[in-house]
């Protein structure tokens, strides 16, 4: 056999290894990352399939077993924002009721105290803790007031967020003429739904001050789809109703 001969044998046979040895390669990269991949996409599959059900688990969950007791609905609750021993913060006030002119006693609260429940029975949403404040470890454990909006029982407009996977969860299924009613220490004020309306989180308008009395409730609004929104679902209410209440005196 010639050196040509021999040299082109070996070229041939460092050839086939180098293909036997890519091929082996692809096979072991293939058989890791296929399995890999379908699990991905099962993963996917079954995310999507139970993301809306366990957010009902959640929200029902979190009915059932919250945290709020007779002793948080209490004039003095368990504040991170304020000492235990602040004073409380009653005001009277002047209201019209049936053209007559009350007085009447309001507790304004500090911040992050549990303020008022939340109740639309239409759309689901049951005994929902409202706070004063809107941080994010508030939203954790209910809706949030915010402090900038009137106070509940005066004039004006009364805003209220949550978050749209629990709290929340339940308030794209209000409708307009659905009954809401909030509650404090010293109100109850009875309200009827009067308008629903998607604005961007850039727009102010329906969380400023207004010259009418309302109750505004809003949340993020991405139409049913996974994921961070820019927009925000609200709910304009207009009060039908006020049953003020005699306030115990602080302990």
């Known amino acids: 056999m010639s050196n040509s001969d021999t040299v082109k044998g070996a070229e041939q046979t ?4 180098k293909t036997t040895s890519s091929s082996r390669v692809l096979r072991t990269f293939t058989y890791v990352l ?7 996409i099962l993963c996917s599959i079954g995310y999507l399939a139970l993301y809306k059900p366990y957010n009902e688990f959640i929200s029902n969950f979190n009915y059932v077993f919250s945290d709020v007791t007779p002793e948080t609905k209490s004039l003095r609750t368990l504040n991170k924002y304020r000492d235990d021993d602040a ?6 006030i002047e209201v019209e009721v049936n053209g007559k002119t009350e007085q009447h006693t309001m507790v304004y609260p500090y911040y992050g105290d549990y ?18 404040g809107q941080a994010d470890d508030i939203l954790m454990k209910g809706a949030g007031w915010y ?19 629990t709290d929340f969860y339940y308030l794209p299924n209000c409708k307009v003429g659905d009954t809401v009613t909030l509650e404090t220490v010293y109100v109850k004020i009875t309200y009827e739904i009067t308008e629903r309306v998607i604005f961007h989180e850039t727009d102010y308008t329906y969380v400023e001050p207004t010259e009418d009395d309302r109750l505004t409730l809003y ?5 049913g789809r996974l994921g961070m929104s820019e ?16 306030v115990p005196e602080a302990e």
């Open 147 to 165: 402090n900038a909006s009137s106070y509940i029982g005066k004039p004006g407009n009364v805003v209220i967020a949550g978050h749209n996977h």
């Open 231 to 246: 927009w925000r679902l609200c709910y304009i209410c207009k009060p039908t109703n006020y049953e003020w209440k005699e």
């Open 87 to 92: 004073p409380i913060q009653m005001h009277e």
């Open 14 to 17: 460092a050839r086939v290894h």
């Open 219 to 223: 949340t993020c609004w991405n139409n």
């Open 115 to 132: 303020y008022a429940t939340l109740n639309c029975e239409a759309a689901g949403m049951k005994d929902i803790p409202v706070y004063s």
């Open 34 to 40: 296929t399995p890999f991949l379908i699990l991905c």
